[in-house]
């Protein structure tokens, strides 16, 4: 670790069968009509709202900014810890002034629910598309927190998406962010020259090893829904919730997917290649061994693009930079003041005539209740990501494989490499599937 300590981008900010045990003891269906007072917005033409996972983010970020719009009415929530559970229907209640917040520990039971136009899916990483692939199929419209667990769960994503019609919107925030909505309009056109080299720095992974003890899991937990396809294994306690599975390959991807969504998605946002991606892929990584925890905490990799453009993604402080014939711009720490050399680079105007990025300064939520509205693509849809994501993905099959890989990105398949090939699909624990 050479010292340094993990962060999360948060610090760094600062099954039940039946209906009664899925609900605690709240209305099934609530006509968004009978809801409580939501500001000066009509109830027809309020969007209705499940929200299914609502541990720190799944509150502090997404149910709390839906709530900041009126145009928005949160109905049902849902989580697998009960005490979660409470602290947000308490959370809407307490908003709208009533108690008419149903409350379910299976998910499956909010998209049952005829009169929820949309849910906003913020689970650990395994449970994002099946969750959202459900809702689809059942008419909603999702935001889903980020990242997918594989390559070939993503593509599934994308066509069902396209095969329903719905609006989808992977859920990050850097795109309405200034500092990298800003950078990347400038290399977009053209303001550094030609790019040849992309820098992204993500933060390391966990300093320990993670507790592999099995230990009694607690009596409002929900355990078994918890790990859902995910293989069985004991559960481990605060290593292993609330945040720490992301150390877990069987729940994430470590830092280079966390992290990675964010940043990864700014490279190929600035660099033009967000409908497609790198065409080589060499990674090196220390892994976390000797517990749980298993994902890279330091790494190394090396991407090449088809037109030869270099990326080259490290652990270290999360930042930015795009070099290329004529200067470059960057930032060091994220939303971090942007640095340019020129240093007038900095003030150069974008005519009306040029390039302007698709964003929405109030960020994902306020984007996604729109884009339901006009049924227009979101800022940051389930393409885009998933060429994001697979980065990386592969990233990590290269880390752990030891080897350089060539990639395909149009058939998303490595060339002449069944190994690597296996790695970008997992099996799933039964009764669950895609």
């Known amino acids: 670790m050479n010292g340094r300590a993990f962060i999360t981008r948060r610090r760094f900010m600062k099954k039940t069968a039946g209906l009664a045990a899925g609900a605690l003891s709240f209305p099934y269906v609530v006509t ?29 970020m997404n149910l709390r900014s839906f709530l900041g719009n009126n145009d928005a009415q949160a109905v049902a929530v849902c989580d697998v ?31 049952a629910r005829d009169d929820i136009d949309a849910v906003m899916v913020s689970t650990p990483d395994h ?35 396209e095969r329903y019609g719905r609006v989808f919107q992977w859920s990050t925030e850097d795109r309405s962010v200034y500092e ?11 303001r550094i020259g030609k790019v040849h080299t992309i820098r992204v720095e993500l933060p390391s992974g966990p300093g320990n090893p993670g507790n592999a003890k099995p230990m009694p899991v607690p009596e409002s937990l929900d355990y078994d829904m918890w790990l859902g396809p995910a293989p069985l294994r004991p559960y481990t306690g605060r290593e292993q919730l609330p945040y720490q599975w992301r150390w877990v ?4 991807g470590g830092q280079l997917a966390d992290w990675g969504a964010h940043l990864l998605d700014g490279a190929q946002w600035g660099n033009n290649t967000e409908h497609t991606g790198p065409v080589e892929v060499e990674g090196k990584g220390v892994f976390c061994t000797g517990g749980l925890y298993d994902t890279a905490k330091e790494y190394r990799i090396k991407y090449t ?34 640095q ?29 209740l729109d884009c339901v509205k006009s049924r227009k693509d979101c800022y940051f849809p389930p393409e885009i990501g998933q060429r994001c994501f697979t980065i990386a993905h592969i990233g990590n099959i290269s880390m752990l494989l030891g080897r350089k890989l060539r990639w395909n990105p149009e058939k998303e398949q490595f060339i002449n ?18």
């Open 249 to 252: 390959m069987d729940y994430s």
């Open 127 to 161: 449970w994002h598309v099946p969750i959202s692939l459900a809702a689809l199929r059942a008419g909603k419209d999702v935001e889903c927190e980020k990242p997918t667990l594989t390559v070939r769960e993503g593509r599934i994503l994308v066509e069902t998406v």
């Open 32 to 60: 968004s009509s009978a809801l409580g007072k939501a500001g000066s917005v009509a109830a027809s033409n309020r969007i209705t709202l499940g929200f299914i996972g609502v541990g720190s983010h799944g509150i502090g």
């Open 340 to 368: 340019a050399e020129p240093k007038s680079i900095l003030d150069s105007k974008i005519g009306p005539d040029e390039i302007h990025l698709y964003t929405c300064k109030a960020g994902e939520q306020r984007n996604f």
């Open 180 to 190: 990298y909505h800003r950078m990347c309009e400038l290399v977009r056109n053209g």
């Open 81 to 111: 810890d009960i005490n979660n559970l409470k602290k947000a229907r308490d959370i809407v209640n307490q908003k709208y002034g009533n108690q008419d917040c149903a409350t379910y520990r299976d998910w499956r039971e909010v998209i």
């Open 305 to 338: 693009y088809a037109d030869g453009v270099k990326m080259i993604v490290k652990s270290g402080n999360p930042s930015l930079r795009f070099e290329g014939s004529d200067g470059w711009i960057g930032n060091v720490g994220w939303r971090s003041p942007l």
């Open 417 to 434: 490499d069944v190994q690597a090939d296996r790695m970008l699909s997992r099996s799933m624990r039964s009764p669950w599937h895609l």
